[in-house]
């Protein structure tokens, strides 16, 4: 089963992938679809507020803020990790919880990350806002690092993420239920 979808333009069909008896998503993942990484990072920067610096939790937005940095002629951009690394220092950290990953996670940011982003403009980007768990863990640590967050983007936003008003998206994706059938 899946979900057709028009996103930027451009057309696809999402499959549906069961995450527990009650709940079904429409998996999106713009990893190795250059065509539609490139059209929704067009379309984002038509949208987007006025800012300094961009930040995504890392892996599935990580296409989107490379094009998207790569678009608006900025050179450099953050990553909130999911496991600090060696050459991390200072590291800024929050518990996250989101609903395409199974349990608590733990995400990091740089210090020397946090340093350039204080007192700066930034915006923070996803793939999908569903819960706003990896959201507002992000939106946390650009507080902790003294940034002004002036912007929250996604190229979809699902469920009831889409009645939210404090989100920049370009398209809603609903949910469903354990067999598949949307909901309201």
Same mark, same amino acid.
């Given at each position: ?7 930027a333009g451009l057309k696809r069909n999402l499959p549906l992938c069961k995450l527990n008896d009650n709940l079904t ?21 038509? $949208? ?21 940095? $790569? ?11 999911? $496991? ?28 020397? &990350? ?48 889409? &009645?939210? &008003? ?17 909901? $309201?």
């Open positions: 089963m899946v979900y057709p979808i028009e996103v998503i429409a998996a999106f993942v713009i990893f190795g679809d250059v065509e539609l990484t490139c059209a929704c990072a067009k379309a984002l920067l038509e $949208k987007a507020p006025e800012f300094d610096y961009m930040v995504a939790p890392e892996a599935k937005a990580i296409p989107l803020i490379h094009e998207m940095a $790569k678009q608006s002629g900025r050179n450099d951009y953050f990553l909130v990790r999911k $496991k600090k690394k060696a050459y991390m220092n200072g590291v800024f950290e929050v518990r996250d919880k989101s609903i395409t990953t199974e349990g608590e996670q733990m995400l990091y940011m740089d210090g020397a &990350d946090a340093a350039k982003m204080k007192g700066k403009r930034i915006l923070i980007l996803d793939d999908v806002i569903s819960t706003g768990g990896s959201l507002a863990a992000v939106e946390d640590l650009v507080n902790q690092a003294g940034g002004n967050v002036v912007g929250k983007m996604a190229i979809l936003a699902e469920g009831s993420a889409a &009645d939210r &008003d404090d989100i920049i998206f370009l398209e809603p994706l609903p949910l469903f239920d354990g067999n598949g059938n949307q909901l $309201k």
